[in-house]
């Protein structure tokens, strides 16, 4: 089945603490893109990434890091999270013929207290 | 400054009738636009598209509608029916650059 998976959906964790979000697609796709959602806000972009080896900043991209080492896989870093990245994430995936037409994981709820 | 708009955070309508989502943006430099429909708990999932050298796209029940001019496009969904119900976002993309941004979105209720 052709999907983008996120682990994990859940995560609490404290102000400091260093995590990463993984982000998983099987469908071969070029771009790949992290998003944020919070209320009134609608879907911010963090960061995108074009091919391998290729990322480039979205909108909000303070505060975060990613990497793109190899196509499928495109993680979250969070070098020192703090209560304002309390959000939840989306993954998203496209193929380079068609990279604005997106396939969205199922997203990540991010508290940090 | 946000660039893509969607002024009404909500809808709803009968059964049957037509929803009419609506969505502005100020970028005349976006060349694709989008709408993609959100369930809660799950990812967005993507809906329609139109080309900016087009002013209408057609897909089954939805169709997109764009207003260069106007900076303006909107999403017709004819007829609703209760599974439409959801939130929609509006997004716009510079294919060149490989950014997109996305509107608050509105959440359509069908009712039934």
């Known amino acids: 089945e052709a999907q983008v998976t996120q682990n994990p959906r859940y995560l609490i964790t404290v102000t400091g603490k260093k995590l990463t979000v993984t982000c998983s697609q099987n469908m071969n796709h070029e771009y790949m893109s992290w998003y944020r959602q919070d209320p009134g806000l609608g879907l911010r972009q963090i960061y995108y990434s074009m091919n391998v080896e290729v990322t480039d900043k979205g909108d909000v991209p303070e505060g975060y890091k990613v990497s793109r080492k190899e196509k499928r896989n495109f993680p979250l870093i969070l070098e020192s999270p703090s209560p304002n990245q309390t959000s939840l994430y989306f993954c998203?995936?496209?193929?380079?013929?068609?990279?604005?037409?997106?396939?969205f994981g199922p997203g990540t709820r991010l508290t940090v207290l | 400054d946000q660039q893509v708009k969607q002024n009404s955070p909500s809808l709803s309508v009968q059964e049957g009738r037509i929803s009419i989502l609506n969505c502005d943006y100020t970028n005349s430099m976006f060349d694709y636009f989008l709408w993609y429909k959100k369930y809660p708990a799950e990812g967005p999932t993507f809906l329609i598209s139109?080309?900016?050298?087009?002013d209408k796209n057609e897909d089954g029940r939805f169709t997109v509608f764009l207003n260069k001019s106007a900076k303006h496009l909107s999403l017709h969904i004819v007829p609703s029916q209760p599974g439409d119900s959801a939130v929609y976002f509006c997004?716009?993309?510079?294919?060149?650059?490989?950014?997109?941004?996305f509107g608050d979105g509105t959440t359509l209720t069908v009712k039934p």
């Open positions: 139109i080309s900016s050298i087009k």
């Open positions: 998203a995936s496209s193929s380079g013929a068609q990279y604005n037409e997106q396939f």
């Open positions: 997004a716009a993309f510079l294919t060149n650059a490989g950014k997109s941004t």
